[in-house]
């Protein structure tokens, strides 16, 4: 379907070799850009007509898990400290993780499972959230293959899990396993009101398990024998375990926004309206709301208190639990996620973290925070003063965007600035790994447009290359602010417009209707009453961190990075010469991304170990197979650094040239992949 992208992308450039030549003598200004190369193996590179090639991603020549202590745990459990996370031991904790989900954690074949997760260290990952273990969907999954109910799990999936976790726990990769997210009850399960739940939404129970007693008590006792099976690959239990360092109880379950409208009178399920609606007085009578406005969910208002409510009477009493069964990590309640506003963060906080899933869209790199919200303002309008904020999952959709590439770029450095703590791509594995390839959205294993800027982003967050914010900037709504409307980023420019510039966290308002909720609390250098802000008449399309490290214009769709240690320009180059720093490049791809940084640790001009990133649009060759194609690539990159440095042969790039005067180094490229992977020694 991307057949005519391909075509101009890849279309032939009579004048591109003259300009290349004349940039090698001249050196101009314009060479900026660490792009094209083989995001996954030694290109298994194959010539196509015009100016294709096909690439697979199924290998990965670098080794980013240096990142990691080995095993993980070795510094106890994770806890949360104010708004950040540390180890029992007081070291600071950042997670970049990835999803692996349904077949895979139960298809895959043990050796395989060990080799994915040195593979998923190798990427700089450090976290892996285990996710939907329990789905209906996914045969088998942790009730077996199905046997008239969800009371019993099946030993088998639960000894593959502990694999999941013993693997990665060897590579120093946590792990974050869901409670709850898409298990089906069945007449059989002891739920009182079944019936209305399996007929009404075919046994889920979201919504409804606010309101019946029953269900919590099964999915009580769900997590009480989940957290506490022993695993016989660690020789420890979920639950004592501090390789497992967060769980969720029930993904994307929410009152507030999402699932209380199942319990209205006009949905066919009245023992649950009866049971919805004698909460909805009780709580009217309790806190002198009015009646007629508390139990309708659709509205804002006092029907918002009335849910966060509701939510704290489900979600305490299971957290609570989890504590007695002795789990010490972070556990999350559920997310913002889906639409929704402010209003549903007051009951996030019972967890020890707040937790928000964003999507993001074509044109990541071009929005305009003046008049329209993306995937990173939707997850810092979810950030709370005084809490640590994870994202168990982002991604770009619908799949292949020619600039998902751009993605892992603005998350990683939008993470490490904003000071976020666990970001996690949903995901790096759907189906079975080790049988025939696939690629797709929840299935990026074998993507060379993502695998490269991941790795990108590793360093740049995991590794602080990318400083958190200067300023802390606070939004401080009051009560009618915070439930009379949606507040999100959608509907916010104050959000929208901040989030890119200093690190933006909701304080939250005392609620006199919520006895329990006390806001927590954290320090801002400036704060801002509501959620509007006045906008320029004519906004500037450069945004720039407070830090100057972050740049990005949302016209052209390029960002800017530069650091120490990192520098990466990416975006619609639209053939124009490049420059960050001292990266300079000129490449003949419109779009395209190039990233310059030092693996020892060491600032770039002095490192012995240079890394270059080239990243790029690809396309199956198949829908949803690899395959892949790339442009080919011809252009050159020049760069200062140590002159001693030599190509690393060990990491092979076809079509490429090295060469250097004193300290300047030039890559010129001849018709190699354009996503990849090069690497500069010192001998």
């Known amino acids: 379907m991307h057949s005519g ?46 100016q294709q090639l096909r690439i697979n991603a199924n290998r990965v020549p670098i080794d980013l898990s240096f990142l990691n202590e080995k095993p993980a745990g070795l510094r106890g459990h994770l806890k949360a400290v104010g708004a950040d996370l540390e180890f029992e031991d007081g070291t600071p904790a950042r997670f970049w993780g990835a999803n692996v989900q349904a077949y895979a954690i139960f298809s895959t074949a043990p050796i395989q499972i060990c080799s994915h997760a040195r593979r998923i260290a190798s990427l700089g990952f450090n976290l892996v959230r285990l996710h939907h273990h329990d789905s209906h969907w996914v045969r088998p999954n942790i009730f077996g293959v199905g046997g008239g109910n969800t009371l019993s799990t099946d030993p088998v999936s639960l000894d593959r899990i502990g694999r999941w976790v013993a693997c990665l726990k060897a590579e120093g990769v946590y792990t974050w396993l869901d ?70 109880i029930s993904n994307e379950n929410d009152a507030t926004y999402h699932f209380a409208n199942r319990l209205l009178p006009d949905k066919n399920v009245p023992g649950h309206t009866a049971r919805y609606l004698a909460l909805a007085n009780a709580f009217a009578g309790t806190t002198g709301l009015k009646r007629s406005l508390v139990w309708r969910s659709w509205e804002h208002g006092a029907s918002k208190k009335f849910l966060n409510d509701l939510e704290y009477r489900f979600y305490g009493p299971l957290s609570e639990e989890i504590r007695k069964l002795g789990f010490k990590g972070i556990t999350v309640t559920s997310s913002m996620w889906g639409g929704m506003g402010a209003a549903g963060l007051p009951s996030l906080t019972i967890g020890d973290a707040i937790d928000v899933h964003s999507y993001g869209r074509r044109g990541i790199g071009r929005t305009d925070p003046t008049v329209e919200a993306d995937m990173i303002s939707y997850i810092a309008g979810a950030q709370v003063a005084g809490k640590p904020l994870t994202i168990s999952e982002w991604n770009i959709s619908p799949w292949p965007e020619d600039d998902r590439f751009l ?29 025939r390839a696939i690629a797709y959205n929840w299935h990026i294993a074998e993507d060379p447009s993502l695998l490269g800027p991941l790795a990108v982003a590793a360093l740049l967050y995991r590794r602080g290359d990318v400083a958190v914010a200067s300023r802390a900037i606070a939004i401080a709504p009051s009560d009618k602010e915070l439930f009379g409307a949606s507040q999100k980023a959608s509907t916010s420019n104050a959000i929208r417009m901040l989030a890119e510039r200093s690190r933006l966290f909701t304080q939250l308002p005392k609620v006199e209707e919520l006895r329990w909720f006390e806001p927590p609390q954290e320090h801002a250098h400036e704060v801002f009453a509501g959620y509007d802000l006045k906008t320029p008449s004519s906004s500037p399309a450069l945004i720039v961190s407070d830090t100057g490290e972050i740049r990005r214009n949302s016209d052209s769709g390029t960002i800017w990075i530069e650091t120490e240690h990192s520098l990466v320009i990416a975006g619609d180059f639209r053939g124009d010469p490049q420059k960050v720093g001292g990266l300079n490049v000129f490449l003949n791809s419109d779009l395209a991304g190039v990233a310059l940084q030092s693996l020892d640790g060491v600032p770039i001009a002095d490192s012995s170990d240079l890394l270059v990133t080239i990243m790029g649009p690809s396309w199956p060759v198949e829908d949803q197979m690899p395959p892949f194609l790339v442009e080919k690539l011809r252009g050159i990159i020049e760069f200062e650094a140590r002159p001693t440095l030599l190509l690393d042969a060990s990491m092979p790039y076809g079509g490429v040239a090295h060469s250097n005067d004193d300290a300047m180094h030039s890559l010129t490229f001849e018709g190699g992949p354009s996503v990849g992977w090069i690497r500069l020694t010192a001998p």
């Open 5 to 50: 992208l391909v075509e101009f992308y890849l279309a032939a450039r009579p004048d591109t070799l003259v300009v290349i030549r004349m940039t090698i003598i001249f050196r101009s200004v314009a060479l900026l850009f660490v792009l094209a190369l083989n995001c996954v193996s030694s290109p298994h590179v194959a010539a196509q007509p015009a």
């Open 179 to 248: 409670l709850h997210v898409g298990r089906r009850i069945t007449n059989s399960d002891g739920i009182s009101l079944a019936e209305e739940i399996v007929q009404n939404s075919d046994g889920d129970v979201r919504g409804f398990n606010f309101v019946n007693d029953t269900v919590r008590e099964r999915m009580a006792e769900f997590q009480a024998e989940y957290l506490s099976y022993f695993n016989p690959h660690t020789g420890l239990a979920f639950k004592d375990d501090p390789a497992v360092a967060f769980v969720m």
């Open 407 to 435: 993605a892992p770029l603005r998350m990683g450095a939008a993470a490490a600035h904003q000071g976020w703590d666990a970001p996690i791509i949903y995901g790096y594995a759907q189906h079975s790994l080790g049988s």
